[in-house]
């Protein structure tokens, strides 16, 4: 059945779309291009990323910096972001409220998609220094605690490909880059219930985790506290207790939504 799948779904692509989609994805986080680098990124000549980039900007997916030179994504993204998953958002912004209250550490909600986390639900510490995200944002699952909190929980065979197909990049000296050895990670996160991530992104960050099931018993998303690696590791055990109950409590709510 998989071989007839794939070719309707090629017949029925249309290129100029899957081009443009690739130009929204050739940037990572809130960073600035040039249309030199973006063509490069996608592998277009300069004159079709242009006519592209130029479509994009005009209905405000991308935008140009003040001088007209460098390319970053555009405002109308962070509106389409915060369609996405909403019942889920607002079935959990209530509880990601009460830690963030308790903490002022930062709060975010993430969920899965492919090797990556992305970021639906965030509550920033006020704090001077803390951690950040922004909402659409991804983070690799391997370093962060919401990606570890997520696919410890996946079925065998999902947590196979998963493992099998990240790109194991190494961003901190911390950074597990290894599938046997966060295979090994995780068997930990299911035994304690919750994942936390030292210094493994952010040299400076530690993050603790938890997953929210559906009704399945399938984990489709995960909350995490995160701030500096002094603070919150000073606070793990509260947090980490505040945080299962929150979970559960989401997750227990998720069955009947």
């Known amino acids: 059945m998989?071989?007839?799948?794939?070719?309707?779904?090629?017949?029925?692509?249309?290129?100029?779309?899957?081009?443009?989609?690739?130009?929204?994805?050739?940037?990572?986080?809130?960073?600035?291009?040039?249309?030199?680098?973006?063509?490069?990124?996608?592998?277009?000549?300069?004159?079709r990323v242009f006519r592209l980039l130029h479509t994009l900007v005009e209905h405000g997916y991308v935008e140009k910096n003040w001088d007209g030179t460098r390319y970053q994504l555009g405002l109308k993204l962070l509106e389409r972001a915060a369609c996405v998953r909403m019942d889920l958002r607002q079935l959990a912004l209530p509880y990601m409220r009460t830690i963030h209250e308790q903490f002022n550490e930062t709060v975010n909600l993430g969920i899965l998609e492919g090797q990556q986390i992305v970021y639906i639900g965030t509550l920033e510490s006020s704090r001077p220094i803390r951690m950040a995200e922004v909402i659409g944002n991804r983070s690799p699952v391997h370093s962060t605690?919401?990606?570890?909190?997520?696919?410890?929980?996946?079925?065998?065979?999902?947590?196979?490909?998963?493992?099998?197909?990240?790109?194991?990049?190494?961003?901190t000296e911390r950074t597990i880059t290894d599938a046997e050895k966060l295979s090994k990670e995780l068997q930990k996160v299911r035994r304690r219930n919750y994942a936390f991530d030292d210094r493994e992104n952010d040299p400076e960050g530690f993050c603790i985790a938890a997953p929210i099931f559906d009704r399945r018993i399938v984990p489709v998303a995960a909350i995490s506290v995160s701030g500096p690696a002094d603070r919150v590791q000073g606070n793990s055990k509260e947090i980490v207790e505040l945080l299962l109950s929150l979970c559960r409590q989401v997750s227990d709510k998720l069955r009947f939504v």
């Open 145 to 171: 605690a919401l990606g570890k909190a997520i696919v410890a929980y996946l079925p065998d065979a999902d947590l196979k490909a998963v493992l099998s197909s990240i790109a194991y990049t190494k961003l």
């Open 2 to 47: 998989s071989a007839p799948l794939a070719k309707v779904s090629t017949r029925y692509a249309i290129d100029v779309v899957s081009k443009a989609l690739e130009v929204l994805e050739a940037f990572r986080s809130s960073e600035e291009l040039s249309l030199a680098e973006i063509s490069v990124r996608v592998g277009l000549n300069k004159s």
